[in-house]
């Protein structure tokens, strides 16, 4: 794997985060669920996403530690905690699962999509959750986690950035989104704010699919990662279907924003 010169997210956070814009902190997301999304989309669920597996080089969000990861299909249960407690799906930690009275909960895709809603939490905040120096998580942690503790919102986070890290943290499983409509949400709070911004200046050109190809092409070193699963995932191959963007000037800014907030509220959570 590349040499990641900025560190895991966790630590990249902790040393920039004073700098970082909230443009910054959107495209951490968005390159964070679009990673995510192409592992979802190929059959695979990562199962142990936390700050401290995803790595910065460049700029750029890549996923590391795969040794958890497996094709959805042949996931099993296991017999022990993986990940770090505050990450983890808390229907892993649910009562039934000690005392063998029920099959146990397999970690999935949705569980990934709980832990990606701590990430995003996480970029909003600069510090990884319930976090108090020089102590560690343990299962009191845990099943408060189960019974519905969740981190506070930090001021000044976006209202609409708000929404999408609480629903992919509830704790029903079902009621959490795709990764692939998290993917469209940041996207469409990403293509408000340029909007928005670069009316300003008039000089504004829609490029999301950029933005999702350079993830994706950015991430095809993942394969060196995974043995002999590296021959499942070609991110760099993966072909998606161009969207149309409509040009954007002072006269129709106002019309594409009602438009952008009518696309926001249709995609469903």
């Known amino acids: 794997m590349e040499f990641a010169d900025g560190g895991s997210l966790g630590n990249y956070l902790k040393e920039n985060f004073d700098n970082l814009t909230w443009e910054d902190k959107y495209n951490f997301a968005y390159q964070l669920a679009c990673a995510v999304s192409c592992l979802h989309e190929e ?13 910065i080089r460049q700029g750029v969000i890549k996923l590391a530690d795969f040794g958890l990861s497996k094709r959805i299909d042949a996931a099993t249960n296991q017999s022990k905690t993986f990940g770090v407690i505050p990450y983890v799906d808390p229907k892993f930690f649910n009562k039934r699962r000690i005392d063998n009275s029920s099959p146990r909960f397999k970690l999935n895709e949705k569980s990934d999509v709980y832990s990606v809603g701590v990430l995003l939490w996480e970029i909003s905040s600069g510090r990884p959750p319930f976090y108090i120096k020089d102590e560690g998580y343990d299962i009191s942690l845990a099943v408060e986690i189960l019974g519905g503790l969740r981190e506070k919102i930090i001021p000044g986070t976006p ?18 989104p795709s990764m692939n409509q998290v993917v469209d949400k940041l996207n469409a709070i990403i293509t408000i704010t340029n909007t928005t911004e670069n009316n300003q200046s008039n000089d504004y050109e829609p490029n999301v699919q950029q933005r999702r190809l350079n993830v994706i092409n950015a991430s095809s070193d993942i394969n060196n990662s995974l043995g002999n699963e590296s021959q499942i995932i070609r991110f760099d191959q993966l072909n998606y279907q161009k969207k149309n963007h409509v040009s954007i000037n002072s006269e129709n800014i106002h019309h594409l924003s009602e438009y952008l907030e009518a696309v926001w509220e249709a995609i469903p959570l």
Do not use: A, F, Q, T
């Open 43 to 55: 059959g695979i669920v990562h199962r142990d996403l936390h700050s401290g597996n995803i790595l």
């Open 159 to 176: 209202e609409e950035y708000v929404k999408i890290y609480n629903v992919c943290w509830d704790n029903e499983p079902n009621n959490r």
